[in-house]
């Protein structure tokens, strides 16, 4: 069973712009939906790296490391729905990417998080593509 500990260690790192921190917690077989009809970033991947590849686009707008802060957690059994906020993030062009965030992440009996439905200001990352191309 997940518990509210559980996710909050898992975030640690990310809220101090540890992401590497993040993947170990994270089955290489991922299946990860970013949500959103129109944004470069959005889609089904089904591996950590296919989602690093494909929302490239986005991660290579930013100045620095992402700051991911937990804002609330929901349990129910084995999924966990995970409110965050970007802090203390830039983009290049020197603006803030203050992006807020819904991961619905689905665990496996190890705790591993073996799905994510993530939903995200597509507008806002649409527009930091946009200003901040690869």
């Known amino acids: 069973m ?50 690093q590849q494909g929302t490239r686009a986005l991660s290579s707008t930013w100045a620095g490391p992402l700051h991911l802060v937990i804002q609330n957690v929901i349990i129910e059994g084995n999924q966990a729905a995970v409110e965050l906020k970007a802090v203390n993030t830039q983009t290049k062009s020197g603006d803030p990417f203050p992006n ?6 689905g665990f496996n009996d190890n705790g591993k998080i073996a799905t994510v439905r993530a939903y995200m200001d597509t507008d806002l990352v649409t527009r930091v593509i946009e200003k901040n191309p690869q």
């Not at 101090?16 to 970013?34: I, Q």
């Open 100 to 105: 807020e965030y819904t991961w619905v992440l």
């Open 2 to 51: 997940v518990t509210h500990e559980h996710v909050r260690n898992i975030f640690a790192g990310p809220s101090k712009g540890d992401m590497a921190s993040f993947w170990s917690h994270v089955e290489p077989n991922v299946d990860w939906t970013v949500k959103g009809t129109h944004c470069k970033v959005s889609g089904r991947y089904r591996s950590i790296e296919e989602f």
